[in-house]
């Protein structure tokens, strides 16, 4: 029976600092049971115009500087920032992986080798990116699907399949949105992934921005049995993950406190086990029940059944 991973986006909400991020990754692995840390990589003077880069945060309250590209490299991290970030997810036992949003990010972060690179909704269409990766990264990419068409997910897939890494691919239903309403979430987007790329992809994972636990448990009971009825492995669990809810900053809002994610993972692997056919008509949990309280009929009694003529 495969684990379904979970991952913790810690993203941007170290705010900037090392020690933060290092305290979640260590109460990510070790007090939450997450399997994998991850964070975001961007080269802001690459992805944003002069205007977007000079312009005010969109929302002053959460800014950490006077415009949005001042506030985007107070929360950035070296390259060997995130290798030392690396060291400490190996030192607790955790996977270590980032997001990149540009090429820059994307060689950067490939020159540390991690499993597992995202590549976020955001930037999905970004085939340069994406073509570096498939050229110099030989281990997982990870492509979120929010706010994508079809006819899109569709040209993402083929550009996989021609660069010869679609079984590289892990493919995440998503509704892009901080947070989203339940009723935005679409779980069954991750069958209509499965049933239309499950043989064609690595797996099929789930990213959610909403509020709560319940529905992860959903996403991974729908993913597995989708698994019964279309293929496509179910594989991974990403939420947002921060210390402090109220801690300033866009993603918090959306993210889950330590005891939240301890709770998600522990509900995970234990609703995981439970999505299994019977392996024998009676369990050896059930013998002993069945011996003490089963109704046998008694030797030389004949049932009939109803309607049944002698």
Same mark, same amino acid.
Request: proline share 2%; charged share 30%.
């Given at each position: 029976?495969?684990?379904?991973?979970?991952?913790?986006?810690?993203?941007?909400?170290?705010?900037?600092?090392?020690?933060?991020?290092?305290?979640?990754?260590?109460?990510?692995?070790?007090?939450?049971?997450?399997?994998?840390?991850?964070?975001?990589?961007?080269?802001?003077?690459?992805?944003?115009?002069?205007?977007?880069?000079?312009?005010?945060?969109?929302?002053?309250?959460?800014?950490?500087?006077?415009?949005?590209?001042?506030?985007?490299?107070?929360?950035?991290?070296?390259?060997?920032?995130?290798?030392?970030?690396?060291?400490?997810?190996?030192?607790?036992?955790?996977?270590?992986?980032?997001?990149?949003?540009?090429?820059?990010?994307?060689?950067?972060?490939? $020159?540390?080798?991690?499993?597992? *690179?995202?590549?976020?909704? @955001?930037?999905?269409?970004?085939?340069? +990116?994406? =073509?570096? %990766?498939?050229?110099?990264?030989?281990?997982?990419?990870?492509?979120?699907?929010?706010?994508?068409?079809?006819?899109?997910?569709?040209?993402?897939?083929?550009?996989?399949?021609?660069?010869?890494?679609?079984?590289?691919?892990?493919?995440?239903?998503?509704?892009?949105?901080?947070?989203?309403?339940?009723?935005?979430?679409?779980?069954?987007?991750?069958?209509?992934?499965?049933?239309?790329?499950?043989?064609?992809?690595?797996?099929?994972?789930? $990213?959610?921005?909403?509020?709560? *636990?319940?529905?992860?448990? @959903?996403?991974?009971?729908?993913?597995? +049995?989708? =698994?019964? %009825?279309?293929?496509?492995?179910?594989?991974?669990?990403?939420?947002?993950?921060?210390?402090?809810?109220?801690?300033?900053?866009?993603?918090?809002?959306?993210?889950?406190?330590?005891?939240?994610?301890?709770?998600?993972?522990?509900?995970?692997?234990?609703?995981?086990?439970?999505?299994?056919?019977?392996?024998?008509?009676?369990?050896?949990?059930?013998?002993?029940?069945?011996?003490?309280?089963?109704?046998?009929?008694?030797?030389?009694?004949?049932?009939?059944?109803?309607?049944?003529?002698?």
């Amino acid at each position: 029976m495969s684990e379904v991973q979970v991952i913790a986006e810690i993203g941007c909400n170290h705010k900037g600092d090392m020690e933060i991020a290092k305290e979640l990754i260590r109460v990510a692995a070790v007090t939450c049971g997450a399997h994998v840390a991850k964070f975001q990589k961007r080269h802001n003077r690459e992805l944003l115009t002069a205007e977007e880069y000079d312009r005010a945060h969109p929302v002053p309250a959460n800014a950490y500087g006077d415009t949005y590209g001042e506030h985007r490299e107070f929360l950035e991290l070296s390259v060997e920032q995130h290798r030392e970030l690396q060291a400490e997810c190996d030192k607790y036992g955790i996977i270590y992986s980032t997001s990149v949003w540009d090429v820059t990010s994307a060689r950067e972060i490939a $020159s540390l080798n991690p499993k597992l *690179i995202k590549i976020p909704s @955001a930037t999905n269409l970004h085939f340069e +990116l994406q =073509e570096y %990766l498939c050229k110099h990264y030989d281990g997982e990419i990870h492509v979120s699907t929010g706010m994508t068409t079809k006819e899109e997910i569709d040209r993402i897939v083929e550009f996989y399949e021609q660069h010869g890494r679609a079984k590289d691919l892990v493919l995440y239903a998503c509704t892009s949105g901080y947070p989203v309403e339940f009723k935005d979430v679409c779980l069954l987007e991750i069958n209509a992934l499965q049933k239309r790329y499950g043989n064609r992809v690595k797996m099929i994972g789930f $990213s959610g921005h909403h509020l709560g *636990i319940a529905t992860d448990v @959903a996403a991974m009971t729908a993913g597995v +049995l989708g =698994e019964q %009825l279309y293929g496509g492995t179910f594989g991974y669990i990403e939420r947002h993950f921060t210390l402090d809810r109220t801690w300033k900053g866009t993603d918090h809002s959306a993210s889950l406190e330590p005891d939240g994610l301890r709770r998600l993972c522990r509900d995970v692997k234990n609703v995981r086990q439970t999505l299994q056919a019977k392996s024998e008509d009676v369990l050896d949990v059930e013998k002993v029940q069945r011996d003490k309280l089963k109704w046998q009929p008694r030797d030389g009694e004949v049932v009939a059944l109803e309607g049944a003529t002698a």
